[in-house]
Nanobody
Framework: QVQLVESGGGLVQPGDSLRLSCAASEGTFSTYAMGWFRQALGKEREFVATINWSGGSSNIADSVRGRFTISRDNAKATVYLQMNSLKPEDTAVYYC?????????????????WGRGTQVTVSS
C-alpha cells in the first residue's frame, strides 16, 4: 500500500508560481509512474501531468503546457509539479497518483494509489 501526501498548495495571485510536492511512503516509489490530476469545483477530475518511473519521459496536458512541469526525485520518493504563470482557471484540488506499471499515462484508470489532494486557489 503506497501512501501519498501532497503539499505546497495555497492561495496565490494570477501570474504567481507554486511548486507542489507529493511524498510517497513506499520504498518501491522508483518503480511507479506518477501523475498529477486536478478537480475544480463541480467538474470532473482531469489529467495534468505524468512522468515515468525513471523520470526520463513525461507528458503535460495541453491546457498547462509551457507553464507546468513535472519532475521526480526517486532518492527522496517525491514527485513535484512546478506551476508558473498561474491563472484563475487553474484553481482546483490537485491530486498526485501512482501507477504500478511504471509507464506514464494520462488515464486515471492506470493509477492505483491516490493522495488526498491539496487546494490551489488563484485569485486576485
Amino acid at each position: 500500500q503506497v501512501q501519498l501526501v501532497e503539499s505546497g498548495g495555497g492561495l496565490v495571485q494570477p501570474g504567481d508560481s507554486l511548486r507542489l510536492s507529493c511524498a510517497a511512503s513506499e520504498g518501491t516509489f522508483s518503480t511507479y509512474a506518477m501523475g498529477w490530476f486536478r478537480q475544480a469545483l463541480g467538474k470532473e477530475r482531469e489529467f495534468v501531468a505524468t512522468i515515468n518511473w525513471s523520470g526520463g519521459s513525461s507528458n503535460i496536458a495541453d491546457s498547462v503546457r509551457g507553464r507546468f512541469t513535472i519532475s521526480r526525485d526517486n532518492a527522496k520518493a517525491t514527485v513535484y509539479l512546478q506551476m508558473n504563470s498561474l491563472k484563475p482557471e487553474d484553481t482546483a484540488v490537485y491530486y498526485c497518483a501512482a501507477a504500478p506499471s511504471g509507464y506514464r499515462s494520462m488515464r486515471r484508470e492506470e493509477y492505483e494509489y491516490w493522495g488526498r489532494g491539496t487546494q490551489v486557489t488563484v485569485s486576485s
